[in-house]
């Protein structure tokens, strides 16, 4: 048997028609960026999380890259987050001229909020909480250290869409949070895109103005601003995959919990998930110390992994400047030696599944 590690083709097949036919609508409409259809998304993906305001951008990137913009942060300041990130999380924070501070990561693989007090200085301005792999950082913690030192917090929730912490979405706890809907994501596109969310009112009205060349009214423009939109098409097929995303996320349940009953290998740690929390299980994430050997063992059973992700930004050449060395974050480079995500998507079928299991398990 051969099974990839992501299937997006399984994904589309779930509601084909559904996303068929808005696209021909979409397609034979003749609006194709920022119209109706990205202001109903806009409109339904704020109720679903129960936030004030939604405003689609471009990507995930640029929707953190704009958050940061808006709060004010950059040169001179300081932002805290998890060293064992994706490095969009950092790169939101350097494209405004700002230095991303890392802390070593919890049992959860989200931040040590044990370790954010000893990082922050004069410099400080905000915390990018990050719910990695679709699991809730701990906000309450978070949020208390934050209120302490009068801190932004902006949520990175590229990976959660629709994860609760303590009965709350993910996405309502920051200033401002932000979202990926690029096709591997929970809520994932066709092409790329993003968002902001937002309850500040002014923000959100300074974000939609941003986004297009700093204009609300057509060649009216009040400040510099970017090209950073969604469009017609992508926000037509996230209404549809949210209508549904609740049952693709409860499904993603399903199957890691099918992981974690069948799998039992000594050298094999399963992920641990916060009990006051809901995953939406973005990725099922395994670590083991002899990553690569069992990488290998797997592939000769035709079954294909992956390494999320396995250079930490504080080690990456892009983030040299910033001055870290190998050994600097210590459980975060042991977490990115030892980390394996499996098969894992909408529409893995049991017998694939219990194949990934039993290899695992003859291992
Ligand atoms: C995917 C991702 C991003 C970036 O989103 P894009 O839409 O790909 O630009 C940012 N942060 C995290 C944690 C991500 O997983």
Not at 208 to 235: C, F, P
Not at 291 to 307: C, H, N, S
Request: proline letters at 3%; charged letters at 25%.
């Amino acid at each position: 048997m051969m099974i990839q590690c992501n299937r997006l083709d399984r994904g589309f097949e779930l509601y084909q028609n559904e996303y068929e036919e808005k696209a021909l609508e979409v397609l034979r409409r003749g609006w194709y960026v920022l119209g109706q259809e990205v202001e109903s998304f806009e409109k339904e993906f704020a109720a679903y999380l129960g936030v004030g305001d939604c405003i689609g951008v471009g990507n995930g990137l640029e929707a953190l890259q704009i958050a940061f913009h808006l709060l004010g942060i950059g040169e001179g300041h300081e932002v805290i987050m998890q060293g064992n990130t994706y490095i969009a999380s950092a790169l939101g924070v350097a494209l405004n001229g700002a230095v991303p501070v890392f802390v070593e990561p919890d049992d959860y693989h989200n931040i040590d909020t044990g370790k954010i007090e000893e990082k922050i200085t004069d410099k400080t301005r905000a915390i990018l909480a990050v719910h990695l792999y679709g699991q809730p950082a701990a906000m309450d913690e978070i949020m208390q250290v934050a209120q302490k030192y009068r801190l932004k917090v902006v949520e990175d929730c590229a990976q959660a869409h629709g994860a609760e912490y303590r009965g709350r979405k993910v996405g309502t706890f920051g200033d401002i949070s932000c979202f990926s809907f690029y096709p591997t994501k929970n809520l994932g596109a066709f092409g790329d895109g993003g968002a902001l969310v937002t309850d500040d009112a002014e923000l959100a009205e300074l974000a939609r103005t941003y986004r297009n060349y700093g204009s609300r009214e057509k060649y009216h423009h009040s400040m510099v601003g970017m090209n950073s939109r969604l469009d017609e098409i992508q926000a037509g097929m996230l209404r549809v995959k949210l209508t549904h995303i609740d049952g693709l996320n409860e499904e993603r349940i399903q199957l890691a919990n099918r992981y974690n009953k069948g799998i039992h290998n000594k050298k094999i740690i399963l992920p641990a998930v916060l009990p006051e929390v809901k995953s939406v299980w973005h990725q099922y994430v395994v670590r083991v110390a002899n990553r690569a050997e069992v990488q290998q063992k797997l592939m000769d059973k035709g079954i294909r992994t992956m390494v999320h992700y396995p250079i930490p930004p504080h080690l990456s050449d892009a983030f040299q400047y910033l001055g870290y060395q190998k050994g600097d974050l210590p459980k975060t480079e042991q977490f990115a030696g030892e980390v394996l995500s499996l098969p894992f998507y909408n529409g893995l079928t049991e017998e694939e599944q219990n194949y990934v299991i039993e290899a695992l398990n003859n291992i």
